[in-house]
Nanobody, 117 residues
């Protein structure tokens, strides 16, 4: 079974930083482009960032580029995806998930990021 377990969320003040991790199992991680997604309260889940199978190429949503500094990375040996976020704003609050991109597999548990203004 596909399992995607995100962690690292928490409560942070505006302007602060967080580093998220997502451990994947149940599929061949290093053969997939992987992405991070955010679901704000009452909103649809949206794409944030993606990274290709070997980390050589990254892609960020236009909204993410403009609102906070982010960096996606991966460690295929650990089947783990990372997202570093700096200069967080209140609007970045939401549950963050990782999954294959652009065609996601089963969704796992997200990690909640709450930015206080």
């Amino acid at each position: 079974d596909v399992q995607l377990q995100a962690s690292g969320g928490g409560l942070v003040q505006a302007g602060g930083s967080l580093s998220l991790s997502c451990v994947a199992s149940g599929f061949t991680f290093n053969q997939y482009v992987m992405g991070w997604f955010r679901q704000a309260p009452g909103a649809e889940r949206e794409f944030v960032a993606a990274i290709d199978w070997n980390g050589g190429s990254t892609h960020y949503a236009a909204s993410a580029k403009g609102r906070f500094t982010i960096a996606i990375s991966r460690d295929n040996a650990k089947t783990t995806l990372y997202l570093q976020m700096r200069s967080l704003e209140f609007e970045d609050t939401g549950a963050y998930y990782c999954n294959a991109w652009p065609i996601p597999r089963d969704w796992g548990k997200g990690t909640l990021v709450t930015v206080s203004s």
